[in-house]
């Protein structure tokens, strides 16, 4: 059984503090780390991907994975309210991605 | 029409009713997904097709049936369902890449179907 776990939250952070979303997986083989974004009553938006060690930034955001222990992070740094939302990490096993249940994230102005 | 769309937004049925869900990509991908979200529960995948073949069916009973008559077109048939099968249907799509242990096909999902059974 692959899992895919994380905290559901909710996570309160002021605007403009940094906002960590944690994941853990249970496969090593794993090799593809994804992070979704789905507003409520919305479908989830891609808004990284990453596969390799270490971190990987765009904007205001950076996933960090580490495989060893088996754990992929998101952060969002100068949090808005607009980032309110819930968070999905996925992980692809062969032709389909495991999804968490996702956490959820509120920006308080 | 642009990503991934899905029809009907909003479907309510009875038990009894024959109903279908369609998407359709436009971002010329070879592989299609459909998911079901319930409420607190992660998203669970139902069916994969890769070039139009099904080559994942993770236990879905048989009142779900899909069809994927070509790459771009998805459809969920859809008869005697249960109260317990409302939830949000999801279409995704991807380009998959042959083997690569690093592959990063990533998934675009359409705005989903919320179905309720009544």
């Known amino acids: 059984q692959k899992e895919v776990e994380q905290n559901s939250g909710p996570l309160s952070v002021p605007e403009g503090a940094i906002a960590s979303l944690n994941c853990t997986y249970s496969?090593?083989?794993?090799?593809?780390f994804f992070w979704y974004r789905q507003y409520s009553g919305k479908s989830p938006e891609l808004i990284m991907f990453?596969?390799?060690?270490g971190d990987k930034e765009d904007g205001r955001f950076t996933a960090q994975l580490n495989k060893a222990s088996q754990y992929v992070s998101l952060l969002i740094r100068d949090s808005q309210p607009s980032d309110s939302a819930t968070y999905l990490c996925?992980?692809?096993?062969?032709?389909?991605?495991?999804f968490g249940a996702g956490t959820i994230l509120r920006v308080k102005s | 029409e642009t990503g991934v769309t899905q029809t009907p937004r909003h479907l309510v049925m009875g038990m009894t009713n024959k109903k279908s869900l369609k998407c359709e990509q436009h971002?010329?991908?070879?592989?299609m997904y459909w998911y079901k979200q319930s409420a607190k529960k992660p998203l669970e995948l139902m069916f994969v097709?890769?070039?139009?073949?099904?080559?994942e069916n993770n236990s879905v009973p048989s009142r779900f049936s899909p069809e994927c008559p070509n790459s771009s077109h998805l459809f969920l048939h859809l008869h005697t369902l249960q109260p317990e099968d409302s939830a949000l249907y999801l279409c995704?799509?991807?380009?998959?890449?042959?083997?690569?242990?690093?592959?990063?096909?990533?998934?675009?999902f359409g705005p989903g179907t919320r179905l309720t059974v009544l």
């Open positions: 995704a799509s991807s380009q998959l890449r042959p083997g690569g242990a690093a592959s990063t096909d990533t998934q675009y």
């Open positions: 496969d090593r083989g794993s090799q593809s």
């Open positions: 990453i596969y390799s060690n």
């Open positions: 996925a992980v692809r096993y062969g032709n389909k991605l495991v």
């Open positions: 971002l010329g991908h070879n592989a």
């Open positions: 097709y890769s070039l139009e073949e099904r080559v």
